[in-house]
């Protein structure tokens, strides 16, 4: 399948003036260049500057008949996912969840510029692996904040399954988890932050300690609230998370309102994107708009990373709600039926499976065997033998001889090239859900239509 043609890039605009309040901030101003790194250099800002006062949700929006259109396909896209996780032989309400999620962890973070693949975060996640089995030992910490996005992801979906309820303390608590013992880790790991930061270009001069207002705004493309407002405005946010507020509203567009809103307070000093849309996929699970949290939208939001990003801010600048609907629905109708395609084709890969290893001449006992470790590769396509015998309850040996039988079969390779330790990939697993560094899939994914392709290069270039 090919790849879906690149959108069109945004060309360079001044910075935007949106609605704003004029502070006069008492401490250091923050840089925030990549959109949630902090720079290590900060010059102090003298003189007044601005920060954005976000309205209180709900917000008023009129739904067009191109929003409910687009609504209409996510609707259906979703029904699709949910028929192909129905259709899979194997009943498990978590089964999907850890591969699904790496993929979401790694897209994601591929975003704000922590960049690895499937297969390292894989080697790094593995019991017996080492630094020197990493291509490069230097990536371990990249590996780690990957790997946290998936501990956060579970945190939240644990905790939401056990209260039903979004709370301040669960968003800080996946928060705390994303940044721990990572290079995020002194920037206040489940806390809100107490220092007023910004996202924008780097301030040039690397000795300069102060920078006027002028030039602040200038630099500045986006300035978040205060951090005196962040409670109010998170507990507002929670409120109509948990649907206290204008329950009415469909919930993909009460989603989308959200994301918005969440990435506009900035509440941490760092990892506000991830955490934003982690916070998607649990809203998606919530809602039971899908039968397992596995929806995840940083696939899109990476291929269209410029729009993404663009688009919120306009809507700060000029409350132009319809197109980011419009373009988040079509990320979860495109995110939707690409999910369903791969669980598709995982289903092919079992009976595949199936039908050479766990066949009618064999006892029941080892077919048991056989399906447990199938079940066991596709949670963890890149697994050490002892993973096995633990899933399994066999002896090593016993898991040794399955897997070299299916290493034999070229159901498995071996990743290390070593005789001690060795780790084993499931080629026909890992091959669905593989992302490289660059963000593109092994299974290529869904692509956009022609009339997707038109609206994003409407939405890029509106003037056209």
């Given at each position: 399948?090919?790849?879906?043609?690149?959108?069109?890039?945004?060309?360079?605009?001044?910075?935007?003036?949106?609605?704003?309040?004029?502070?006069?901030?008492?401490?250091?101003?923050?840089?925030?260049?990549?959109?949630?790194?902090?720079?290590?250099?900060?010059?102090?800002?003298?003189?007044?500057?601005?920060?954005?006062?976000?309205?209180?949700?709900?917000?008023?929006?009129?739904?067009?008949?191109?929003?409910?259109?687009?609504?209409?396909?996510?609707?259906?896209?979703?029904?699709?996912?949910?028929?192909?996780?129905?259709?899979?032989?194997?009943?498990?309400?978590?089964?999907f969840i850890q591969p699904f999620a790496r993929m979401e962890a790694i897209l994601s973070s591929q975003i704000e510029g922590t960049v690895t693949d499937m297969r390292t975060l894989l080697i790094y996640e593995?019991?017996?692996?080492?630094?020197?089995?990493?291509?490069?030992?230097?990536?371990?910490?990249?590996?780690?904040?990957?790997?946290?996005?998936?501990?956060?992801?579970?945190?939240?979906?644990?905790?939401?399954?056990?209260?039903?309820?979004?709370?301040?303390?669960?968003?800080?608590?996946?928060?705390?988890?994303?940044?721990?013992?990572?290079?995020?880790?002194?920037?206040?790991?489940?806390?809100?932050?107490?220092?007023?930061?910004?996202?924008?270009?780097?301030?040039?001069?690397?000795?300069?300690?102060?920078?006027?207002?002028?030039?602040?705004?200038?630099?500045?493309?986006?300035?978040?609230?205060?951090?005196?407002?962040?409670?109010?405005?998170?507990?507002?946010?929670?409120?109509?998370?948990?649907?206290?507020?204008?329950?009415?509203?469909?919930?993909?567009?009460?989603?989308?309102?959200?994301?918005?809103?969440?990435?506009?307070?900035?509440?941490?000093?760092?990892?506000?994107?991830?955490?934003?849309?982690?916070?998607?996929?649990?809203?998606?699970?919530?809602?039971?708009?899908?039968?397992?949290?596995?929806?995840?939208?940083?696939?899109?939001?990476?291929?269209?990373?410029?729009?993404?990003?663009?688009?919120?801010?306009?809507?700060?600048?000029?409350?132009?709600?319809?197109?980011?609907?419009?373009?988040?629905?079509?990320?979860?109708?495109?995110?939707?039926?690409?999910?369903?395609?791969?669980?598709?084709?995982?289903?092919?890969?079992?009976?595949?499976?199936?039908?050479?290893?766990?066949?009618?001449?064999?006892?029941?006992?080892?077919?048991?065997?056989?399906?447990?470790?199938?079940?066991?590769?596709?949670?963890?396509?890149?697994?050490?033998?002892?993973?096995?015998?633990?899933?399994?309850?066999?002896?090593?040996?016993?898991?040794?001889?399955?897997?070299?039988?299916?290493?034999?079969?070229?159901?498995?390779?071996?990743?290390?090239?070593?005789?001690?330790?060795?780790?084993?990939?499931?080629?026909?697993?890992?091959?669905?859900?593989?992302?490289?560094?660059?963000?593109?899939?092994?299974?290529?994914?869904?692509?956009?239509?022609?009339?997707?392709?038109?609206?994003?290069?409407?939405?890029?270039?509106?003037?056209?």
């Amino acid at each position: 399948m090919s790849q879906p043609p690149s959108p069109p890039q945004v060309p360079p605009q001044a910075p935007p003036q949106y609605p704003a309040q004029p502070i006069d901030f008492g401490w250091t101003v923050a840089p925030d260049p990549a959109g949630e790194r902090l720079a290590a250099s900060i010059p102090r800002v003298t003189g007044d500057i601005s920060a954005f006062a976000p309205t209180l949700l709900p917000p008023s929006i009129a739904l067009s008949a191109e929003v409910r259109a687009d609504l209409a396909n996510a609707e259906a896209a979703i029904h699709t996912l949910n028929h192909a996780l129905a259709a899979f032989p194997i009943p498990n309400p978590h089964l999907f969840i850890q591969p699904f999620a790496r993929m979401e962890a790694i897209l994601s973070s591929q975003i704000e510029g922590t960049v690895t693949d499937m297969r390292t975060l894989l080697i790094y996640e593995a019991e017996q692996a080492t630094p020197a089995q990493l291509p490069h030992p230097e990536d371990r910490l990249i590996e780690k904040e990957v790997a946290n996005y998936v501990s956060a992801l579970e945190r939240g979906i644990t905790t939401l399954e056990q209260t039903g309820r979004f709370t301040p303390w669960l968003i800080r608590s996946m928060h705390e988890v994303l940044l721990k013992g990572t290079r995020g880790a002194d920037k206040g790991p489940g806390h809100v932050r107490t220092d007023q930061n910004w996202i924008g270009a780097t301030i040039p001069g690397t000795n300069r300690l102060t920078i006027t207002a002028a030039e602040f705004n200038q630099l500045a493309r986006f300035v978040p609230p205060p951090p005196e407002t962040i409670t109010d405005l998170i507990d507002n946010l929670i409120a109509y998370i948990n649907r206290d507020l204008d329950p009415q509203l469909h919930p993909l567009l009460r989603i989308a309102i959200a994301h918005y809103q969440f990435e506009t307070i900035h509440p941490f000093q760092d990892g506000n994107g991830r955490v934003g849309r982690a916070l998607i996929a649990l809203q998606l699970h919530q809602h039971q708009l899908i039968d397992q949290p596995i929806l995840y939208l940083a696939g899109f939001f990476q291929r269209y990373d410029a729009l993404y990003r663009d688009l919120l801010l306009q809507i700060s600048t000029s409350s132009s709600w319809e197109t980011w609907l419009r373009f988040f629905l079509l990320g979860v109708t495109n995110q939707a039926l690409d999910t369903g395609n791969r669980i598709g084709r995982l289903t092919l890969a079992w009976q595949e499976y199936q039908n050479t290893f766990v066949t009618p001449r064999r006892q029941q006992r080892v077919k048991d065997k056989y399906r447990t470790a199938f079940i066991e590769m596709l949670r963890k396509p890149i697994f050490a033998v002892a993973e096995i015998q633990r899933a399994l309850g066999v002896t090593y040996q016993t898991a040794a001889t399955l897997i070299h039988e299916l290493h034999t079969a070229g159901f498995l390779e071996e990743v290390t090239g070593q005789q001690r330790n060795r780790l084993f990939l499931a080629t026909p697993i890992y091959r669905i859900i593989a992302v490289s560094r660059t963000g593109d899939r092994e299974e290529a994914p869904t692509p956009i239509t022609p009339a997707q392709l038109r609206f994003l290069t409407a939405l890029a270039h509106p003037d056209r």
